[in-house]
């Protein structure tokens, strides 16, 4: 063979492997042929599955324990180095970004744009590479496996798209968003096992949302920045989301923060949410991890709020490299901050008198007789738009604490407490021998409740938690958690010994 048949085969070996390579990853997803289309399950897996074989080295998805549909959760991880082990991810510096999709499968822009952004990044090198020396990105590709399966096109009357889409309850009809905490979904109980595995530094979990009409296609709830220590909620407040708002402005996706009104009308105003543990970013929040839940208006069109998701995630993750470091120290200075003080908040209160004027982009709120009722009807004219400067109430203090105890002393007979620690990554011990000591009981004086829901009943007074000392003989076999092995446990680091 002379030189020039050499090289031309060589070309052409390169060529074929470029071919195949490219056949590969450069799938296109439903969406980007019809705009009102958003991926089955079955072929979000296969999307997922196809990018695994493409890039060995540097994507990897896995399943991980079950749902209450039977079927596992998926985990999608891009790591650029090839390293999928959180720990050594963690020692070598980068941020770690979680996303969470379809919790609500009949809001599922999340579902189809985090395809689309694993596939964009890791085809094109020149985006990959300076984001993903600094961070790895873990997703959860679909996470109401039930109700994604449960597909039709009814269930979100208005919504502008897509033509048929998951149902909102899981497979027992439960709100996977109010579930994080009381864990009674198997999905949960899965999502907190592959949360304390990556314990992210970044959180986003993708929904849409429903009420007022106004101009914008993106709404945000981030983590209530109160709830946060102080060196990470001021990171957020001061730094993050300022940068996130001005980013997607410049991306054309003006956002506002999730309109919630504490009048009819957004004129009156925003109040912030106060994400509880039982809600995706109040979960992350006691890791001491920023939450951000993204949503779009299911009265804009499915196109407009696919990309507008698409476009947050990635700055997002932009940030999260840009500002890599900074996060991490933060963070760190966070976990301190826990270790450190001896009042916990169980509960927070708005503080009424204190906001912040900010923009508002809206429409014309009128009252129109209804078709069905013929009574009156709000509705927004989108044919008179406005801009005014509006209240935004976003500062909160806490309203229930508890001191820190010296250690839970819990009986086996709570086995479904201990199980949630468990998959928490809480260290336990149990108790070999009976121990005399004076223990601390919270008791609830008094209740009233609403009606069950989900198995429970929603205490609606009464919370204030008191409690009583007195000596008890702990008996042999109850789990005890020190609250320093909690904190250990999530910082990684060996547990104190317990005495
Ligand atoms: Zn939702």
């Given at each position: 063979m002379?030189?020039l048949?050499?090289?031309a085969l060589?070309?052409?070996l390169?060529?074929?492997?470029?071919?195949?390579?490219s056949?590969?990853a450069n799938?296109t997803?439903?969406?980007?042929?019809?705009?009102n289309r958003?991926l089955?399950y079955?072929e979000t897996?296969?999307?997922?599955?196809?990018l695994?074989?493409a890039?060995?080295r540097q994507?990897?998805?896995?399943t991980?324990?079950s749902t209450?549909?039977g079927?596992p959760?998926?985990?999608?991880?891009?790591s650029?180095?090839?390293?999928?082990d959180?720990e050594?991810?963690?020692?070598?510096?980068?941020?770690?970004?979680?996303?969470?999709?379809?919790?609500?499968?009949?809001e599922?822009?999340?579902?189809?744009a985090?395809?689309m952004l694993?596939?964009?990044?890791l085809a094109?090198?020149e985006l990959f590479?300076p984001v993903?020396?600094?961070?790895?990105?873990?997703?959860i590709?679909?996470?109401?496996?039930?109700?994604c399966?449960?597909?039709?096109s009814?269930?979100?009357a208005?919504q502008?798209?897509?033509?048929?889409?998951g149902?909102?309850?899981n497979?027992?009809?439960?709100?996977?968003?109010r579930d994080?905490?009381?864990?009674?979904?198997?999905n949960a109980?899965?999502?907190?096992?592959?949360?304390?595995t990556?314990n992210?530094?970044?959180?986003?979990d993708n929904?849409t949302?429903?009420g007022?009409?106004?101009?914008?296609?993106m709404?945000l709830i981030?983590?209530q920045?109160?709830?946060l220590?102080?060196p990470?909620?001021d990171f957020?407040?001061?730094?993050?989301?300022?940068?996130?708002?001005?980013?997607?402005?410049?991306k054309g996706w003006?956002?506002?923060?999730?309109?919630d009104?504490?009048?009819e009308?957004?004129d009156?105003?925003i109040v912030?949410?106060?994400?509880?543990?039982r809600?995706?970013?109040?979960?992350?929040?006691?890791?001491?991890?920023?939450?951000?839940?993204p949503e779009?208006?299911m009265?804009?069109?499915f196109k407009?709020r696919?990309?507008?998701t698409?476009a947050?995630?990635?700055?997002v993750?932009?940030?999260?490299?840009n500002?890599?470091?900074?996060?991490g120290?933060a963070?760190?200075?966070?976990?301190?901050?826990?270790r450190?003080k001896?009042?916990?908040a169980?509960?927070?209160?708005m503080?009424?008198k204190?906001f912040?004027m900010?923009?508002?982009k809206?429409y014309a709120a009128k009252?129109?007789?209804s078709?069905v009722?013929?009574?009156?009807?709000?509705?927004y004219?989108r044919?008179?738009?406005f801009v005014?400067?509006?209240?935004?109430y976003n500062h909160?203090?806490p309203?229930v604490t508890v001191?820190?105890?010296v250690?839970?002393?819990i009986?086996q007979?709570?086995?479904?407490v201990?199980e949630r620690l468990k998959?928490?990554?809480?260290?336990?011990?149990?108790?070999?021998k009976?121990l005399?000591?004076?223990t601390?009981?919270?008791?609830?004086?008094?209740?009233?409740?609403?009606?069950?829901?989900?198995?429970?009943?929603?205490?609606?007074?009464?919370?204030k938690?008191?409690?009583?000392g007195r000596?008890?003989r702990?008996?042999?076999g109850?789990?005890?958690v020190?609250?320093e092995?909690?904190e250990?446990?999530?910082?990684?680091i060996?547990?104190?010994t317990?005495?």
């Open positions: 002379n030189k048949t050499i090289v060589l070309c052409c390169a060529c074929n492997r470029h071919i195949q390579h056949a590969m799938f997803i439903p969406f980007e042929h019809d705009n958003t089955t079955d897996i296969e999307c997922y599955e196809k695994a074989a890039y060995p994507f990897r998805l896995s991980v324990g209450d549909s079927r959760l998926h985990v999608a991880v891009i650029g180095d090839g390293e999928f959180p050594a991810i963690r020692r070598s510096g980068r941020r770690i970004m979680m996303i969470n999709n379809g919790i609500h499968p009949g599922p822009e999340g579902i189809d985090t395809v694993f596939r964009d990044y094109k090198p590479k993903l020396d600094k961070i790895v990105i873990v997703a590709p679909v996470y109401n496996v039930d109700g399966l449960n597909r039709g009814f269930s979100r208005n502008d798209g897509p033509e048929a889409y149902f909102r309850g497979a027992r009809n439960y709100d996977l968003n994080f905490v009381k864990c009674d979904s198997r109980r899965t999502f907190n096992q592959i949360f304390s990556w992210p530094d970044i959180f986003v929904h949302s429903n007022a009409d106004y101009q914008y296609v709404t981030a983590t920045h109160n709830k220590e102080a990470l909620g957020l407040q001061e730094t993050m989301l300022p940068e996130l708002y001005g980013n997607m402005a410049k003006d956002m506002i923060p999730y309109v009104t504490p009048g009308t957004p009156s105003g912030g949410f106060c994400d509880h543990g809600y995706s970013t109040g979960y992350a929040a006691m890791w001491n991890t920023i939450g951000f839940m779009t208006h009265l804009k069109p407009d696919l990309w507008s698409y947050f995630m990635e700055v993750m932009q940030f999260t490299a500002h890599a470091d900074e996060i120290r963070r760190a200075a966070a976990f301190a901050r826990t450190e001896q009042t916990f169980l509960d927070y209160a503080d009424q204190r912040d900010i923009e508002f809206g009252y129109k007789p078709e009722s013929g009574l009156p009807r709000l509705w004219d044919s008179e738009p005014k400067q509006i209240p935004y909160f203090e309203s001191e820190k105890p250690a839970y002393i009986p007979a709570w086995e479904h201990i998959i928490n990554s809480v260290a336990m011990e149990v108790l070999d009976p005399e000591i004076e601390e009981t919270y008791y609830i004086g008094d209740f009233k409740t609403r009606n069950g829901w989900e198995g429970h009943y929603y205490q609606i007074s009464g919370r938690p008191g409690s009583q000596t008890q702990q008996k042999k109850r789990s005890r020190r609250r092995r909690v250990a446990a999530r910082l990684g060996s547990p104190v317990v005495v």
